[in-house]
C-alpha cells in the first residue's frame, strides 16, 4: 500500500510560479510512474503531467505543455510539479497518483492517489 502526501498549494495572482510537491511512502517510488492531475470546480479531474519510473519519460496535457514541469525525486520517494505562468484556468485541486505501470502514459490506470492540496489563481 502506498500512500501520497501532497504539499505547496497556494494562491498567487496570474503569471506566478507554484512548486507542488508529493511524498510516497508505504513503498519504494521507483517501483511506480507517477503522475498528477487536477479537478476544478464543477469540472471532472483531468491528466496533467506524468512521469516514468526512471524519470526518463514524461507526457504533459497540451494545456499546460511548456508551463509547467514534472521531476521526480527517487532516492526522496517524491515528485514534483513546477508551474510557471499560472492562469486562472489552472485553478484546481491538485492530485499526485501512482500506478503500478513504469513506462506510464497519459492513459495509464493509477493505483493509489492523494488527497491533494489547492492551487488558486486570481486574475
Known amino acids: 500500500q502506498v500512500q501520497l502526501v501532497e504539499s505547496g498549494g497556494g494562491s498567487v495572482q496570474a503569471g506566478g510560479s507554484l512548486r507542488l510537491s508529493c511524498v510516497a511512502s508505504g513503498g519504494s517510488n521507483a517501483d511506480y510512474g507517477m503522475g498528477w492531475f487536477r479537478q476544478a470546480p464543477g469540472k471532472e479531474r483531468e491528466f496533467v503531467a506524468c512521469i516514468s519510473w526512471t524519470g526518463g519519460t514524461t507526457y504533459y496535457a497540451d494545456s499546460v505543455k511548456g508551463r509547467f514541469t514534472i521531476s521526480r525525486a527517487v532516492a526522496k520517494n517524491m515528485i514534483f510539479l513546477q508551474m510557471n505562468s499560472l492562469k486562472p484556468e489552472d485553478t484546481a485541486i491538485y492530485s499526485c497518483?501512482?500506478?503500478?505501470?513504469?513506462?506510464?502514459?497519459?492513459?495509464?490506470?493509477?493505483?493509489?492517489w492523494g488527497k491533494g492540496t489547492l492551487v488558486t489563481i486570481s486574475s
Open positions: 497518483a501512482a500506478s503500478r505501470v513504469l513506462i506510464i502514459n497519459p492513459t495509464s490506470g493509477m493505483d493509489y
